[in-house]
């Protein structure tokens, strides 16, 4: 295994989440001070904060929306929250220093996006917001059991197959838009035929996996002492993933009441 400048084994450590890269915690100093390094409970006190800003943001869309019932009350926030949420996601993944000042608007931004789009299909299909958050704490908390336990373990046949298989989903999401801009519908990705919903479970599948890429970096990270930091790094790349889970879960349950 690769040591590091003072001689301690590191681990090179891959996963599938654009916030968390193959190289984000090698190449980094270790703080001497013990208060100054990264720290499990650091992160997820930060995730907590994180998860607590996006859903109080993600309120003001959702009660505007379903006040009002006009589309047009929630289009700037998702206008601002998707495009806002996207920059500053591309900011933080390059620029990991700045993540103590960026992953709060990062959350808000997600918040406003989420909130806009669950307030829309509550109004069609009523219950499937709390349906599709009860859905990915649950995914959240089972692969994290999973993961504590041993049952999933982060090796590196499961690290190349998780981040083989998302980057195929985003290909597959990119060249479905780029068809769209053609008029060129995808019913396979966005209907409610037994395929469609086969592809979002497996895509969901492959986010929950995720979970598990992400849990084992940040505990990585810890263990090795990077610069503190990284919590609020480790905070946002695990935030990437429960945003993404989440929407595909909304995704998949608004296309099987379609049935």
Known sequence: MPLDNDGRVTRTVRTGNPGLNARTFLDLPRPAAAEDRMTLEGTINRSFLLLVVLMGCALWPWSQYLHSGSAATVAAPLLIGTFGGLVLAVIISFKAPLAPYLALP?????????????????????????????????????????????????????????????????????????????????????????????????IIAVAALNLVLDFDMIESGAAQGVPRY???????????????????????LGNARQR
Not at 166 to 190: D, N
Not at 242 to 248: M, P, R
């Open 230 to 252: 990284m919590e609020w790094y480790g905070a946002f790349g695990l935030l990437v993933t429960l945003v993404w889970l989440y929407l595909e879960i909304l995704r998949f």
């Open 106 to 202: 990062y959350a808000a931004c997600e918040g406003l996006a989420i909130g806009a789009i669950s307030a829309v299909l509550e109004r069609r299909y009523p219950g499937i917001a709390i349906q599709a958050v009860a859905l990915t704490f649950g995914v959240l908390a089972a692969m994290l059991l999973a993961y504590k336990t041993g049952l999933i373990r982060a090796t590196q046949r499961l690290r190349a197959i998780v981040v083989s298989a998302t980057g195929a989903i985003m290909l597959l999401y990119l060249v479905s838009m780029l068809l769209r801009l053609f008029h060129i519908s995808t019913p396979f990705l966005y209907g409610s035929s037994p395929l469609s919903l086969g592809i979002s479970l497996v």
